[in-house]
């Protein structure tokens, strides 16, 4: 296994995207409900955000609900909120103890109240955190993310506060939800499935990916540590060539 030693501390990916796949498949192999896949991965989501922190990552937004999983059947949908205020409520104590501030991107009004309740009160308990930023991707998605953006442009143009030729692709970054927080470097996506599912679309168009056959509930910190080193290992060039990057 991949350790610490191996790590270039010094070309550590400012901000981290997860794609946390394969809950439902890891359940049905040990003959479980969804859920209890769902369930069995929050050991992952500690170890991934604990050795991130451990490693000098100062961002890292983990996908756990997005707009398209409202299609899921009912009673995993209400399983997941329910596990998703457990959770937040059980966290809150380690995120503090590590410094570690809580956000969340997406249409939150969108999930039930007591979620939302949750998720302010740790968020508030949490924002002096300055070792790392969590961030969760709570009913997102992309698209969303896109349209929102163009809607708010929208109406700035329409209101005057913004003209159309000053729109450019910084104007556009300013207007999503992730404006405050660099563009991820490395994503990283269990299960082998080679997408990225509506997920910051706008966000990746230059980041690494990492694609793992393992389930989400099977990652562990050292499948992370696995990713950072893969990361460092390939050349970011940009557009450029490769002898553009050396003299760079």
């Not at 170890?47 to 059947?73: C, H, K």
């Not at 809150?92 to 103890?97: F, S």
């Not at 230059?206 to 099977?218: K, M, N, R, S």
């Amino acid at each position: 296994m991949t350790g610490k030693a191996e790590i270039d501390t010094q070309n550590i990916p400012a901000h981290v995207a997860v794609i946390m796949d394969g809950n439902g498949r890891w359940a049905k192999q040990r003959g479980g409900l969804r859920v209890f896949g769902h369930q069995s991965a929050i050991t992952a989501v500690r170890e991934t955000v604990e050795e991130a922190a451990a490693l000098g990552v100062r961002y890292l937004t983990l996908y756990a609900f997005s707009t398209e999983n409202w299609n899921r059947p009912a009673l995993e949908v209400m399983a997941l909120m329910q596990l998703l205020v457990h959770t937040i409520r059980q966290e809150t104590a380690t995120l503090l103890k590590n410094s570690i501030r809580l956000e969340a991107i997406g249409d939150i009004s969108t999930l039930p109240k007591n979620c939302q309740r949750e998720l302010a009160e740790a968020m508030e308990l949490t924002k002096a955190g300055t070792r790392m930023t969590l961030v969760l991707a709570l009913s997102y998605s992309g698209r969303w993310d896109l349209t929102q953006a163009t809607r708010r442009m929208a109406a700035d143009v329409a209101s005057g506060q913004l003209q159309p030729a000053e729109v450019s692709e910084k104007t556009v970054a300013s207007y999503l939800v992730t404006a405050n927080m660099p563009d991820p470097e490395l994503l990283i996506r269990t299960s082998g499935e080679q997408r990225i599912s509506n997920f910051l679309l706008w966000q990746l168009a230059y980041t690494e990916l990492y694609i793992t056959d393992l389930l989400w509930p099977d990652f562990r910190k050292e499948h992370f540590r696995e990713a950072i080193m893969a990361y460092q290992r390939r050349e970011r060039r940009f557009g450029k060539t490769s002898e553009q990057v050396a003299v760079s």
